[in-house]
Each structure stands twice: as structure tokens, then as C-alpha cells.
């Protein structure tokens, strides 16, 4: 990170630029499979729709068929596109950015920031059956990170792990 704070990877990171030597954890998208699915039959509804409409028997007219599946096509495309509404609605991804000196995030509780040498164990827990990670601090403090819902959540704990080992004397 060339003597960048976590701060400053972090808002690095948000404006699209990654430091080197920083891993970034994002959120995942739920509402990106929903898109991709009614995408997906939006395609298939138009091809088999195009496909009726240039096969069709002249001598026998199918235009309330050809009318229907087209219809049907261009609702599938309309639920795969975001309305404006949930554009604005749409709240920025948590973001955690791993830097060599220590990580950070803007999740629930607002922006946290640690340092590997403040961190001297790392536990799994299930709260509410989500998975959570709990980090000990050096002054006898446990801090909760939901990583479940970070894409790659077990390359988190491994990089966190790694992170804390070169620092810490014991890792739980």
C-alpha cells in the first residue's frame, strides 16, 4: 500500500481505483441473480417467439400466438430491467479492503477499522444461523464481522487469518 492508511485504500477503493498490494472483499448482489434469470427468459421467450413467427404456416395465421409470446417477451425484459426506483434505493455494497497493516470496512455498525497487531484471536460463530466472525482485540474487546455475505467469504477468513498470524502471537 506504499504508506496508504486504511482510510485511504478504502476511499481509493470505493472510487474504483485498487491499490496495490490490497485485497478487496465486495459484497454480493442479490438482486443480480433475479436480473440474470428474467434476462435469460426474456432471450429465449424472443427467440422462440421469432423462431413461431418465421416457421408459420401462411395458410394458417397464428397472430394472437405470435402477439401473445411477444408480450410475454417484452414483460420478461422489462422485470430484468432495474426501475429508477430501486437505482435510487440502491445503498452502496459493503466493501472490505485488506492492506498489509490491516483491514477496514463500512458495514451496520459504520466504519471499522483494525490493525493486525490489535487483533489477537479470530473465531467463527453462528448468530441467528449466520455465519460471523469474531475478532479479539488486544484490550479484551470481541467485535462482530458478518464476512458471510462477502463474495469469496472463505478466501476472507484465510487472507484475515494470514494477516493476523504474521502479527499476533496466537491465532484461535
Same mark, same amino acid.
Given at each position: 500500500?506504499?504508506?496508504?492508511?486504511?482510510?485511504? !485504500?478504502?476511499?481509493s477503493v470505493e472510487a474504483g481505483r485498487v491499490p496495490e498490494g490490497v485485497r478487496?472483499?465486495?459484497?454480493?448482489?442479490?438482486?443480480?441473480?433475479?436480473?440474470?434469470?428474467?434476462?435469460?427468459?426474456?432471450?429465449?421467450?424472443?427467440?422462440?417467439?421469432?423462431?413461431?413467427?418465421?416457421?408459420?404456416?401462411?395458410?394458417?395465421?397464428?397472430?394472437?400466438?405470435?402477439?401473445?409470446?411477444?408480450?410475454?417477451?417484452?414483460? !420478461?425484459?422489462?422485470?430484468?430491467?432495474?426501475?429508477?426506483?430501486?437505482?435510487? !434505493?440502491?445503498?452502496?455494497?459493503?466493501?472490505?479492503?485488506?492492506?498489509?497493516?490491516?483491514?477496514?470496512?463500512?458495514?451496520?455498525?459504520?466504519?471499522?477499522?483494525?490493525?493486525?497487531?490489535?487483533?489477537?484471536?479470530?473465531?467463527?460463530?453462528?448468530?441467528?444461523?449466520?455465519?460471523?466472525?469474531?475478532?479479539?482485540?488486544?484490550?479484551?474487546?470481541?467485535?462482530?464481522?458478518?464476512?458471510?455475505?462477502?463474495?469469496?467469504?472463505?478466501?476472507?477468513?484465510?487472507?484475515?487469518?494470514?494477516?493476523? !498470524?504474521?502479527h499476533a502471537i496466537a491465532v484461535v
Amino acid at each position: 500500500m506504499n504508506g496508504m492508511t486504511n482510510v485511504e !485504500a478504502l476511499m481509493s477503493v470505493e472510487a474504483g481505483r485498487v491499490p496495490e498490494g490490497v485485497r478487496v472483499f465486495v459484497e454480493r448482489d442479490e438482486e443480480a441473480g433475479r436480473y440474470r434469470v428474467w434476462g435469460a427468459l426474456s432471450l429465449l421467450l424472443g427467440g422462440v417467439t421469432c423462431f413461431v413467427a418465421a416457421t408459420a404456416d401462411r395458410s394458417r395465421d397464428m397472430p394472437y400466438e405470435i402477439g401473445l409470446m411477444a408480450v410475454f417477451t417484452v414483460f !420478461a425484459l422489462i422485470m430484468a430491467t432495474p426501475t429508477t426506483e430501486e437505482k435510487a !434505493a440502491e445503498r452502496r455494497r459493503r466493501v472490505l479492503v485488506v492492506g498489509q497493516e490491516g483491514f477496514i470496512t463500512r458495514d451496520a455498525f459504520g466504519l471499522r477499522n483494525w490493525h493486525f497487531d490489535e487483533i489477537v484471536s479470530l473465531a467463527l460463530c453462528s448468530l441467528d444461523g449466520v455465519p460471523h466472525l469474531v475478532l479479539g482485540d488486544r484490550f479484551g474487546k470481541e467485535h462482530l464481522l458478518d464476512h458471510s455475505n462477502f463474495e469469496n467469504a472463505e478466501a476472507l477468513c484465510d487472507v484475515l487469518r494470514a494477516g493476523i !498470524a504474521r502479527h499476533a502471537i496466537a491465532v484461535v
